[in-house]
């Protein structure tokens, strides 16, 4: 059973460049939310999708947006990338919405912005 | 502004003994915890978790306690062991479910054999 995958493992970007990152939620999980860990940092929420819609969002700016296609796997999306913007995005499924459902954690992808 | 605080970035144990991880917070809306290990290259993965409704939840070696006066929470490892060594972040969902956690910035745990 494969859990949380994540991809590209790795990326480098520069300043005003867009970057798409992908998750497959682990099987049998519908529900999907995007975290930003920074160096030194704990992870931080940017969103949730479930039923192809976003259902919660952290307070993170337009700029990062997101997609949830029907077999559950979604893409996170960032636009005019910023230095800041570095970091570990941590993808995370689950079964559900009513009440706290167990979050399973993938690896992450680290994206670098020059 | 942080909301879950973990105020030592770092607690170095011996084989054995306990290791006592601290975490502390601000919003007394906050109704349920979780804690999480993560190791290098890995996400993190759900270690244990604690409802407001309770001051203490045990799953093996792991024991999560809960002072809602203080707003303070403590993660017991008894014994603690090599493998356990670990970054733990302590986490909080603010709104009941909503799986909208917050996190603190984690205390990398060290087990000395």
């Known amino acids: 059973d494969a859990g949380v995958t994540q991809s590209p493992t790795h990326l480098i970007k520069t300043r005003g460049q867009q970057v798409t990152l992908r998750c497959s939620p682990k099987s049998g999980h519908d529900t999907v939310s995007w975290y930003q860990q920074a160096l030194g940092q704990g992870p931080q929420f940017i969103f949730q999708?479930?039923?192809?819609?976003?259902?919660q969002r952290g307070n993170f700016p337009d700029r990062f947006s997101g997609h949830q296609f029907p077999n559950y796997s979604s893409e996170l999306n960032v636009n005019a990338l910023l230095l800041g913007d570095s970091a570990l995005y941590l993808c995370?499924?689950?079964?559900?919405?009513?009440?706290?459902?167990?979050?399973?954690f993938g690896p992450g992808t680290r994206l670098t912005v020059l | 502004d942080q909301q879950v605080k973990q105020n030592s970035p770092s607690l170095s144990v011996q084989e054995g003994r306990i290791s006592i991880l601290n975490c502390d917070y601000t919003n007394s809306m906050f109704d349920y915890f979780l804690w999480y290990k993560k190791y290098p290259a890995e996400g993190p993965t759900f270690l244990i978790s604690?409802?407001?409704?309770?001051d203490k939840n045990e799953d093996g070696r792991f024991t999560v306690f809960l002072n809602k006066s203080a707003k303070h929470l403590s993660l017991h490892i008894v014994p603690s062991q090599p493998g356990d060594s670990a970054v733990y972040f302590c986490?909080?969902?603010?709104?009941?479910?909503?799986?909208?956690?917050?996190f603190g910035k984690g205390t990398k745990l060290t087990v000395n054999p």
């Open positions: 999708y479930y039923e192809e819609e976003e259902r």
């Open positions: 995370a499924s689950s079964l559900g919405l009513l009440g706290y459902n167990e979050q399973f």
């Open positions: 604690i409802s407001s409704i309770k």
């Open positions: 986490a909080a969902d603010p709104q009941g479910g909503s799986e909208k956690l917050v």
